[in-house]
């Protein structure tokens, strides 16, 4: 599984992502990680509205703040799935249990590699 976490973050960053952890002061980007033996592709929004939209989200769950970040999110989330997918990588978007959070699975690997030049 790690193999295919690092094709996929080469991947990522050939289409022209960054990783949240690489991204200058906290401004976001994909996640990839593996988790219960599967590879979890996410998305973060930048430090400063993930944090607001998670304290306004108890008591507030419909302010524009929170709707922007989840919207904004779920879109990301939705192009990184359609992306693998244009690799070749076999993916679902599956929710995680209890919470309104989702990532993209990757379940199967491309036979081709495409992105790569050599």
């Known amino acids: 599984m790690k193999t295919i976490a690092l094709d996929v973050r080469e991947l990522l960053h050939a289409a022209g992502l960054i990783a949240d952890k690489e991204s200058p002061k906290g401004s976001g980007g994909f996640t990839v990680s593996v988790v219960r033996g599967r590879v979890e592709v996410g998305w973060t929004a930048s430090d400063d509205l993930y944090d607001h939209s998670f304290e306004l ?61 050599s």
């Open 57 to 117: 989200e108890p008591n507030q769950p419909q302010h524009p703040l929170v709707q922007f970040e989840r919207t904004a999110t779920a879109i990301m989330e939705h192009a990184l799935g359609e992306i693998l997918y244009a690799a070749g990588y076999g993916v679902a978007r599956v929710p995680e249990a209890g919470d309104t959070d989702s990532f993209v699975f990757v379940l199967t690997e491309p036979r081709v590699k495409p992105w790569r030049a």
